[in-house]
Nanobody, 120 residues
Framework: QVQLVESGGGLVQAGGSLRLSCAAS????????MGWYRQAPGKQRELVAR???????NYADSVKGRFTISRDNAKNTVYLQMNSLKPEDTAVYYC??????????????WGQGTQVTVSS
């Protein structure tokens, strides 16, 4: 079973940067996509960025040009570099791993979440 361990959240001032990490273990060969989602109080969880095993990426419009997702397949780790942070980026950030099952994306695991707080 895939396990995900996140790190790197914290408190930062607007305009600052943070880097989140998510290390996967167990069942890693089944993983295709790894992504970051976030959930702010009172809001639904939303996709921030996702990267597949072959390096294809997609981003939420709200973070394009500011956030960069990357993946080290040798370390089974995905990173989210967040620059030019805004107060509206404040949320709990969750790592996610998925696999492709006959063309359908199946979630394998969620991380425990890490808090990112951006002060104005």
């Amino acid at each position: 079973q895939v396990q995900l361990v996140e790190s790197g959240g914290g408190l930062v001032q607007a305009g600052g940067s943070l880097r989140l990490s998510c290390a996967a273990s167990g069942g890693i060969f089944s993983i295709n996509g790894m992504g970051w989602y976030r959930q702010a109080p009172g809001k639904q969880r939303e996709l921030v960025a996702r990267i597949t095993r072959d390096g294809s990426t997609n981003y939420a419009d709200s973070v394009k040009g500011r956030f960069t997702i990357s993946r080290d397949n040798a370390k089974n780790t995905v990173y989210l570099q967040m620059n030019s942070l805004k107060p509206e980026d404040t949320a709990v950030y969750y790592c996610n791993a998925d696999k492709d099952l006959k063309g359908t994306r199946v979630v394998l695991q969620w991380g425990q979440g890490t808090q990112v707080t951006v002060s104005s």
